[in-house]
C-alpha cells in the first residue's frame, strides 16, 4: 500500500470519527438523564395529577411528555431517552399542597424538595419547574453513549455475523472433506456475464467517486468497530476471559491427545489434517456458543449479576465463630450498579447505633433479626426497614420504643439464632422479630442446618467436584440446568430430598428459636418478607396452622392490602434483587398493620414499667 492510500485511509479513518462521534459527545454533555424513570409527587390526587405535566427536555430543546399512569400515580418514562432537565408545570393553587417529590432511575432514587425548585417559565397560567442538576443518571458517557447507540443490538448483530462465519466454515469443511467441488461449487455459481460488462463501465467512468466512497465506508466501518469493540472487551469479553482461556485450554489438551492417537495408530496425514480442521471447527462453534449464552445472561448466577464473577456458596469465610458479623465500627460500602451506600456498623458490628445494655424505666426494646433485608442493602442507613419501623412504633404507641437492627448480610436462621443467643439477649428485649426469605433457602444449600456448628470450628457443606467448571462454562451450565434440570447444583433427585430436610431443619430452628423466648421471657414474631419467592410457603403455612407463633406475612399484605408486587421496580432494585427505601417502608408498614390485627399493640401500649416483663 503506498503513501497516498494510507494517507486517503487515515483521512477518511479521522473524518468518520469527527463526523460520527465528536457531536456525539457534544449531543450528550448537556445531558443528565439517559434511561427510564419515574416522578411521584407526595400529597396530590389524582384529580390534581390531571393539572400537572411532566416534561423531559432534550439537548435540542425539544419538550417530550412523560405520560401519567393512573394506578401507579406515577409519571413514567419507560424508554431509553437523553434529557438535559426534567420540568414540572403546576398551577399556584396545587403549591401549597406539594413538598416532596421522588424521582426514579434505573440506577438511583432522589428525593426532591419542591420549595428549592427553579422557575424557569410559564406557560398557561401554571409556572414551569425544572428539577435539580443532581438528578442525573450515574452512569458514564460511554455508557450514556452506548445506550443511545443500542449497543446491546449491535453486539447481537456482531454474534449473528459470527455464527454465520462458523456456518461458512463448517460448509468449507465439508466441502474439502467431500471433495466435489465440481458438483458442489455450480449450486453457488452464477452467470452474470452482460451485468460484469455494465458494471466495469460504470467503476471506469466514475473511479474517483467509487474510491472515496470505498475510503468513506470502510472508514466509518472501522470507527464503528473500534467503538462498538470498546464495549464488547469492556463489558463481555473481560468478563468471561477465563471462560476463553478454558476452551484454549481444552483445544490444546485434545489436540496432544488426538497427536499422541494419531502416532500410536499411524493414523494418515489425510484424516489426521482432517480431525484437526473438525476439531478447530468445534472449538470455534463452542466459543460462539459460549458467547451468546453469556451475553444473554442465561444461567447467570445472582453474583455475576451485580459483580460480573461467579463464587461458590460451599466456603466458610467465618470458620472461628459461630455469630456472623462484621467487625466492631466497620465502615463500608455495599455497591451495586444500580446504587451504592455506605454500612457504619456498631461495637457489636452491626448495622445500628451503639445501645446501652442497661435499660431505661419505661423502655420497651424490639430486636429485628434476619440477613440483606434486614440489614438494609439497597437504602440509606436511616431508611432501613427497622429504623422506618421504629419512627412508626414511636408515632403510634407515644411511648419509649428502642429498635436494634440485627440484620447481617448472607446470613440465615441458624446463624441469626447465635447471634441472639450469645450477643442480643443482654439487651433484654421484649419483642424479636425473626424474618425469613428465599435467601435463607438458598444459603442453606450449602451450608447445611445446626451441623455446621462442629468443635472444630464452622463446616459448611461439600459441593461437586465440577463446580469448577459450573464456574467457567455457561455451555456447561445450560445442559446441567435446562437438559438434565438440575437447581443450585442438585440433581432434581437431591433437590427433592433436600428441600424436604430444609424444611425441617427450619421448622426446628424457628422452634430453637421459640423456646428461647420462653426462657427468656420475649416475645417471637416470624415475618415473612415478600421477595417473589414461594419456596417458604409450605413453612409459613404450617407456622399459621400452629397458632403458636404469631406469623407476619408480608406477601399476602402487599397483595391484599397495598395492592403491589414486591417485584414493582418502584420498591426494589431489579438487577440487585433487594427494596429501595420506599420499598422497606412498605415493610415497615406492613409489619406494624400485622401487629395492629393481632392485637400485640395493645400489649405494648399497655406494656407495664417493669423491664422484662413478658407480653400477655
Not at 270 to 296: D, K
Not at 298 to 319: C, D, P, Q, T
Not at 346 to 374: M, Q, W
Not at 562 to 574: C, L, V
Amino acid at each position: 500500500m503506498n503513501k497516498r492510500k494510507k494517507l486517503e485511509i487515515l483521512s477518511g479513518l479521522l473524518g468518520s470519527i469527527l463526523l460520527l462521534f465528536i457531536p456525539a459527545l457534544i449531543y450528550l454533555k448537556s445531558v443528565t438523564v439517559v434511561e427510564p424513570f419515574t416522578v411521584r409527587i407526595a400529597g396530590i390526587t389524582m384529580n390534581d395529577a390531571k393539572s400537572i405535566g411532566i416534561y423531559g427536555v432534550t439537548p435540542l430543546d425539544k419538550k417530550i411528555n412523560i405520560p401519567y399512569d393512573k394506578t401507579a400515580n406515577e409519571w413514567i418514562r419507560g424508554d431509553d431517552g437523553a434529557f438535559k432537565t426534567i420540568n414540572i408545570f403546576i398551577s399556584d393553587s396545587l403549591k401549597s399542597k406539594i413538598s416532596l417529590l421522588y424521582v426514579n432511575t434505573e440506577h438511583k432514587e432522589f428525593i426532591v424538595f419542591f420549595k428549592g425548585l427553579q422557575v424557569v417559565g410559564q406557560s398557561g397560567g401554571k409556572n414551569e419547574y425544572s428539577l435539580p442538576t443532581y438528578v442525573r443518571s450515574n452512569i458514564s458517557i460511554f455508557k450514556m453513549m452506548s445506550l443511545l447507540l443500542h449497543v446491546h443490538i449491535i453486539a447481537m448483530f456482531f454474534l449473528i455475523l459470527e455464527v454465520i462465519v462458523f456456518i461458512l466454515l463448517a460448509w468449507y469443511l465439508i466441502y474439502i472433506l467431500i471433495k466435489k467441488r465440481r458438483t458442489i461449487w455450480p449450486i453457488f455459481r452464477i452467470k452474470i456475464s452482460s451485468a460484469r460488462k455494465t458494471i466495469k463501465n460504470f467503476v471506469l467512468r466514475y473511479s474517483n467517486v467509487i474510491r472515496w466512497l470505498k475510503i468513506i465506508v470502510f472508514s466509518i466501518f472501522i470507527a464503528c468497530c473500534l467503538f462498538y469493540g470498546y464495549f464488547l472487551i469492556k463489558y463481555t469479553i473481560s468478563f468471561y476471559i477465563t471462560s476463553v482461556l478454558f476452551i484454549l485450554f481444552s483445544g490444546i489438551i485434545l489436540g496432544l491427545i488426538l497427536q499422541l492417537i494419531f502416532r500410536i495408530f499411524k493414523v494418515t496425514i489425510g484424516y489426521s489434517q482432517w480431525i484437526n480442521r473438525t476439531l478447530i471447527v468445534f472449538l470455534l462453534i463452542w466459543l460462539c456458543w459460549e458467547s451468546f449464552l453469556r451475553f444473554n445472561e442465561i444461567n447467570i448466577s445472582y453474583l455475576e449479576k451485580i459483580s460480573h464473577y461467579y463464587a461458590s456458596g460451599y466456603f466458610a469465610k467465618h470458620a472461628n465463630s459461630n455469630v456472623l458479623v462484621h467487625s466492631g465500627y466497620e465502615k463500608f460500602v455495599v455497591e451495586r450498579k444500580e446504587y451504592s451506600y455506605e454500612i457504619k456498623c456498631n461495637a457489636e458490628g452491626l448495622r445500628d447505633i451503639d445501645h446501652p445494655v442497661e435499660k431505661e424505666k419505661n423502655e420497651y426494646r424490639i430486636i429485628c433479626i434476619g440477613n440483606s433485608f434486614t440489614e438494609g442493602y439497597g437504602a440509606p442507613q436511616d431508611s432501613t426497614w427497622p429504623k422506618l419501623f421504629e419512627n412508626r412504633m414511636k408515632a403510634a404507641t407515644g411511648k419509649k420504643i428502642v429498635v436494634f437492627n440485627a440484620g447481617v448480610g448472607t446470613s440465615d436462621p441458624f446463624f441469626e439464632y447465635m447471634l441472639l443467643k450469645e450477643k442480643m439477649l443482654k439487651y433484654e428485649p421484649n419483642l424479636v422479630f425473626l424474618t425469613l426469605g428465599g435467601a435463607d433457602f438458598s444459603f442453606y444449600r450449602t451450608r447445611g442446618g445446626f451441623e455446621r456448628f462442629t468443635a472444630e470450628g464452622l463446616k459448611y457443606r461439600e459441593g461437586p467436584r465440577w463446580e469448577k467448571l459450573y464456574a467457567v462454562s455457561y455451555v456447561f451450565r445450560y445442559y446441567l440446568n435446562n437438559k438434565l434440570h438440575y437447581r443450585d447444583l442438585l440433581s432434581p433427585t437431591a433437590f427433592a430430598k433436600d428441600s424436604i430436610r430444609a424444611l425441617q431443619d427450619f421448622d426446628n430452628c424457628i422452634n430453637r428459636f421459640y423456646r428461647l423466648s420462653l426462657e427468656r421471657k420475649f416475645k417471637l414474631v416470624v415475618v415473612f418478607y415478600d421477595d417473589d419467592y414461594t419456596v417458604y410457603f409450605v413453612l409459613m403455612n404450617k407456622l399459621k396452622q400452629e397458632h403458636l407463633i404469631p406469623v407476619i406475612d408480608l406477601f399476602e399484605y402487599n397483595k391484599s392490602i397495598e395492592k403491589i408486587n414486591a417485584r414493582d421496580r418502584k420498591y426494589w432494585w431489579p438487577i440487585d434483587w433487594h427494596n429501595n427505601a420506599r420499598g422497606y417502608d412498605i415493610m415497615a408498614k406492613g409489619v406494624l398493620w400485622n401487629l395492629n390485627e393481632m392485637g400485640i399493640m395493645d400489649s405494648i401500649r399497655n406494656h407495664p414499667e417493669q423491664d422484662g416483663e413478658e407480653i400477655k
